[in-house]
Nanobody, 113 residues
Framework: QVQLVESGGGLVQPGGSLRLSCVAS????????MTWYRQAPGKQRELVAH???????VYADSVKGRFTISRDNSKNTVYLQMDSLEPEDTGVYYC???????WGQGTQVTVSS
């Protein structure tokens, strides 16, 4: 049973921070590239950050310098540290394991004054 559970979202003011977590089960976590996506109302889901098995991170230009992706293979968890949040960061955030068609419920991030 593959399961991805995202958490850590909430309401934050511009300039604030949030730390998202995604716990995976049912897979050999250390063998998968992991990706964070987000989807804002009326928009396509977009890639936010990606981390390979070897812990090499890649970021979308829109979040580079503000977000940090990391993983802890001992906990089957991928994290997204979000700093200097902007209203444009608002959306539902999802994690995804490469080549697997399984998604969690996502976690809502709202950035508003």
């Amino acid at each position: 049973q593959v399961q991805l559970v995202e958490s850590g979202g909430g309401l934050v003011q511009p300039g604030g921070s949030l730390r998202l977590s995604c716990v995976a089960s049912g897979i050999t976590f250390r063998l998968y590239h992991m990706t964070w996506y987000r989807q804002a109302p009326g928009k396509q889901r977009e890639l936010v950050a990606h981390i390979q098995m070897g812990n090499i991170p890649v970021y979308a230009d829109s979040v580079k310098g503000r977000f940090t992706i990391s993983r802890d293979n001992s906990k089957n968890t991928v994290y997204l540290q979000m700093d200097s949040l902007e209203p444009e960061d608002t959306g539902v955030y999802y994690c995804h394991a490469e080549n697997l068609d399984y998604w969690g419920q996502g976690t809502q991030v709202t950035v508003s004054s």
